[in-house]
């Protein structure tokens, strides 16, 4: 929603406008910073089954509610990075994007087009880790509100497979800011 409130109200992206060949660049970073956040469709929905986890060990145990409330929070903060990494990217699009000053022959702005929207789509990939994650949460936050004794067992068996999980997140991540900083594909023309 910030993204699009951006782009909408206060797109920095307009101002940089003028050069026909910075223009497609720019358009295309819009673009990618957009599709960079539908990566938030995998925390919103790991969060959600954590937070439904939750009530649920508050009901079943509500003399233990406070263990399983701070194991929902830990779980759904750690799934939230993925959306994070993908904010970030949207972001550098916007407003610091390297890919602007680079525009040169047409082939090689098209490869800077694709640069900026591949980036973006590149954050996608964050969906898995944002469900994973939150499931990892749901079922620690479960598990604590029936066993509440083993909590810190619990938060830490749940935290080292949360950690697994952000791998593929991570590796979006690489992709994304490779394109930005460090394409190779331009130097292959």
């Known amino acids: 929603m910030i993204i699009s409130f951006i782009l909408l109200f206060a797109n920095p992206l307009a101002a940089q406008a003028g050069d026909p060949n910075k223009t497609l660049i720019l358009m295309a970073s819009a673009i990618g910073a957009s599709l960079a956040m539908i990566a938030g469709i995998g925390p919103g929905i790991g969060q959600g089954y954590a937070a439904g986890k939750g009530a649920e060990a508050t009901a079943k145990n509500p003399k233990n ?65 944002g469900i994973g994650q939150g499931y990892a949460a749901g079922k620690g936050t479960e598990a604590t509100g029936k066993r509440p004794k083993l909590q810190s067992m619990i938060v830490r068996t749940m935290l080292l497979g949360q950690a697994v999980a952000q791998t593929t997140g991570i590796y979006a991540l690489i992709i994304a800011f490779i394109l930005l900083f460090a394409n190779p594909l331009v130097g292959l023309l």
Not at 75 to 80: D, I, N, S
Not at 84 to 91: D, H, K, N, S, T
Not at 95 to 102: A, I, K, T
């Open 65 to 129: 509610s406070k263990n399983s409330t701070m194991v929902m929070l830990i779980g759904a903060a750690v799934a939230e990075t993925s959306g994070i990494l993908a904010l970030v990217i949207a972001f550098i699009l916007l407003f610091g994007n390297p890919l602007v000053e680079q525009v040169g022959s047409a082939s090689k702005n098209f490869i800077l087009m694709a640069s900026a929207i591949g980036a973006g789509l590149a954050m996608i990939a964050g969906i898995g880790p």
